[in-house]
């Protein structure tokens, strides 16, 4: 059985990204170093920080097209939840 993750990542300037992924530490990593063009490229989005896991595909999919429907303060709320400060979660999870 895998695991899956649906995970919220900002820009430094507050842009957020609502993503799903069953390797977060790759996932997170492609998005820090720019691996993989497009959104999160164009608008330099590397935080992360929030994440929710789900035992299954199906379920990650419908959550995170749950999340993607609502307005920024809902997303804002989600991730306050969690993380009241807005740390980036994967900060230390890579040599530098």
Excluded at 3 to 8: A, L, N
Excluded at 67 to 80: F, G, M
């Amino acid at each position: 059985m895998k695991t899956f993750y649906v995970y919220i990542m900002a820009s430094q300037t507050g842009t957020l990204y609502v993503g799903i992924i069953n390797n977060i530490k790759r996932r997170i990593y492609q998005h820090k170093n720019h691996e993989v063009p497009g959104f999160t490229d164009k608008y330099n989005i590397d935080r992360h920080l929030y994440f929710e896991i789900l035992g299954d595909s199906l379920s990650a999919i419908r959550r995170e097209k749950q999340i993607k429907t609502w307005r920024r303060e809902k997303k804002v709320q989600l991730i306050d939840s969690q993380n009241p400060s807005w740390n980036d979660f994967s900060e230390d999870w890579y040599e530098q």
